[in-house]
């Protein structure tokens, strides 16, 4: 290279010092970096984990302790505490910011850090997934496949009486064949099967476990043979099934054509009462009265109570849990295996019930067929995007 020629790139390189210093000067002068609204969401929670690791070095836990709870980490903390400028300093848009950061506890050690901010009129942290989900069923359906409303047990089918709430007992359920139900938390597909009248969603796996389980195969006394006992859990003991079902809140069940468990999913995961109470096969309830008999608070991981299979059905055949018509119109029996459902047979001590690809059956408990986790994730989950198609599912926004 030439002298002429390394003047001119001498005289370019200034040039560009010259505006990068420039541009430095100028941003600082009109208040530092601008981000956008996304970006600063992520550094208001990068600030609030400082904020509690610094609380905790000094011996002070602000997390909440019990499993649901939560802690409101206003923004102005932050600020007057020097993790955080004012918030308005960081936005592209003349505006006023202000917000909180929520600190859940989602148990086993996870902490779910969901940030709420509000820059006047210009951005609103995004609505949350069960208002969107709402939103795109019109609150409620009244006929045809879509999301009903079920009030004291019973599915709203006039028009008139939707309320969207207020009930003692609340839930909207997906009901029928064609449903917009899916749910995608980072790799796993999931079916949203209700929505209780605390914003939190009932989910159940669109995959299963890698291979066959019996629901249990234990000592049966009454028949005098290892054909299990159809108890899910009493006082500590455990089936087969309960066991099972915990290896996929532990991480270790191997998953359909090795899918890869999201351990994000823990991070938006609640407590939940599961209804772990038997059914008879003659029990025409829908309502849930039978197996919610007996609860188990608190629990993390569960398999799908007979009655919600029931209830996804909108033919009217389907008058108890072995009627072959439950699976017409049934978007739970376009599951291509056979899967337990957590409920066992009143009727005797060692069935259960199976889900036979298209209808249910009560079966042995020493039969084997695979295991289809349910969760519910909290009403903090926020919408990123998507329909609830199987091509365009919901999907969460993340902070972690």
């Known amino acids: 290279m030439d ?36 970006d600063i969401e992520v550094k208001m929670v990068s600030a609030a984990k400082k904020y509690v690791e610094n609380k905790k070095k000094n011996n002070i836990d602000v997390l909440p302790s019990a499993v649901g709870d939560s802690f409101n980490l206003p923004t102005s903390t932050l600020i007057n505490e020097g993790y955080l400028n004012d918030l ?5 848009d003349d505006v006023t910011c202000n917000g909180n950061v929520e600190i859940f506890n989602a148990g086993n050690g996870n902490f779910d850090y969901v940030p709420s901010l509000i820059c006047g009129n210009a951005y609103k942290t995004g609505i949350k997934l069960a208002e969107q989900v709402v939103a795109d069923n019109d609150s409620g359906v009244t006929e045809g496949s879509g999301l009903y409303q079920r009030v004291n047990g019973k599915f709203v089918t006039d028009y008139s009486d939707l309320t969207g709430g207020g009930s003692d007992s609340f839930e909207y359920v997906f009901r029928g064949d064609d449903v917009n139900n899916y749910v995608k938390i980072d790799n796993n597909l999931w079916r949203i099967v209700a929505i209780d009248d605390s914003d939190n969603l009932l989910l159940i796996l669109n995959a299963h476990s890698q291979r066959a389980y019996p629901w249990d195969e234990k ?42 468990y999201s351990a994000k999913t823990k991070y938006l995961m609640t ?97 084997r067929a695979d295991i289809r986790p349910i969760i ?25």
């Open 3 to 38: 002298k002429k020629m390394l003047k001119y790139v001498a005289i370019l390189i200034g040039l560009i010092v010259v505006t990068i210093l420039f541009l430095l000067i100028t941003n600082s002068i009109k208040g530092g970096v601008k981000y956008s609204y996304s």
């Open 88 to 92: 308005s300093s960081y936005a592209k």
């Open 219 to 260: 000592f049966n006394e009454d028949v005098k043979k290892y054909q299990g006992v159809n108890t899910y859990e009493l006082n500590g003991l455990e089936s087969n099934a309960y066991k099972v079902a915990q290896e996929f809140y532990g991480e270790t069940m191997v998953l359909q054509d090795r899918e890869e």
């Open 271 to 367: 407590p939940m009462d599961l209804c772990a109470g038997k059914r008879s096969t003659t029990d025409s309830d829908f309502s849930g009265k039978s197996e919610c008999s007996y609860i188990l608070e608190n629990e993390m991981i569960g398999l799908l109570p007979a009655y919600y299979y029931m209830s996804a059905s909108l033919d009217p055949n389907c008058v108890n849990i072995v009627s072959k018509s439950c699976g017409n119109y049934n978007y739970l029996s376009q599951f291509d295996d056979y899967w337990w459902l957590l409920t066992a047979n009143s009727e005797n001590t060692n069935e259960a019930y199976t889900v036979s690809k298209k209808y249910v059956e009560s079966s042995l408990c020493n039969y």
């Open 376 to 400: 519910k994730i909290g009403a903090r989950a926020i919408y990123s995007e998507g329909n609830g198609t199987f091509d365009n599912p919901y999907q969460v926004k993340y902070f972690e």
